[in-house]
């Protein structure tokens, strides 16, 4: 079972907050009254004994402790930036397995947290964007693709690899071999919107039937990896739960936010593998 860690962060919130309210009206009045009528019982307050009448129960002293840190870590991470770590080699070569990358919870409208219901209108994805979604079969899980197609595009992708959107050719530059791939990988310039990026192609290899294409429903966004013939996108999504018009596209309710950078790289997450920060840098 996935675990819903915005929900867990809400109720963490709520609890220590609501333990912190508590003490601020019921709790912190009694003790307070409970030191004055002390305090007059006796001609010489013993220190000792007041401070354990002023003494917070333990449990309302640690929500009183975190709710602040916590506080602060929810409105950071659902309404400004948020940190993600890359899975899969889905994004080569515009981002590698253990990169650890920001995204910005802002860029495409401000959402609350767990509902995801939009409640201030920013900006939509463009073509180009690195986005990060919650994918539409099991949306516990998080996924990291490029926007390919906006609401109202027709999007085409060849048996011989080349993508149009509506009817244009996205323009492509041949930079050359894939490092370390004997040639069997090719390296692509691509400019999609105002993105220029790179990306991989097999020249052995091809999961693409001839001639797909695909139309863009308003309100959902179709998405590709990089890493053009090892990418699990919207080219391939088939759930028979998902009306046909829709499948394979992502809906804005499941957006998560725009990639912006990479801020540290571990590929191999042990002692003898030390994070590197040779890959901090934005994402383009």
């Known amino acids: ?54 003494k917070e129960p333990l449990l309302v002293e640690y929500g009183k402790s975190f709710f602040p840190v916590l506080f602060i870590v929810l409105v950071l991470r659902s309404f400004l930036v948020e940190p993600f770590q890359i899975p899969s080699g889905s994004m080569k ?12 919870k802002f860029s495409y409208g401000i959402r609350l947290p ?40 027709t999007v085409r992708y060849t048996a011989d690899k080349h993508l149009y959107v ?15 791939t004997l040639g069997s990988a090719q390296r692509y310039k691509e400019q999609l919107g105002a993105a220029e990026h790179l990306i991989r192609k097999e020249m052995r290899r091809s999961r693409v ?29 088939d759930d028979p739960n998902i009306p046909q018009p829709l499948h394979g596209m992502v809906p804005d309710r499941n957006i ?15 002692l003898s593998h030390l994070p590197t920060l040779s890959r901090v840098g934005l994402i383009r």
């Open 93 to 104: 070569p515009t981002l590698e397995v253990g990169d650890f990358i920001l995204v910005n």
């Open 209 to 237: 039937l001839p001639d797909q294409s695909w139309t863009v429903p308003a309100g959902h966004y179709f998405m590709m990896g990089d890493n053009r013939d090892n990418s699990n996108d919207s080219r391939f999504w």
């Open 114 to 153: 767990v509902l995801d219901k939009k409640i201030i209108e920013v900006g939509n994805p463009q073509r180009g964007d690195v986005m990060v979604f919650r994918y539409p079969s099991d949306p516990n899980v998080n996924y990291i693709k490029r926007v390919v197609g906006v609401p109202g595009d």
């Open 166 to 180: 509506n009817d244009q050719p996205i323009a492509e530059q041949l930079v050359g071999p894939e490092p370390g």
């Open 1 to 54: 079972m996935s675990l819903n860690f915005p929900l867990l962060l809400v109720i963490a919130v709520a609890v220590c907050g609501a333990l912190a309210l508590i003490d601020l009206v019921l709790l912190a009045p009694r003790r307070r009254k409970a030191i004055a009528n002390y305090q007059t019982s006796v001609s010489q307050p013993d220190m000792a004994v007041v401070e354990r009448l002023d």
């Open 256 to 270: 998560v936010g725009k990639a912006f950078a990479v801020w540290m790289s571990w590929p191999e997450p042990k």
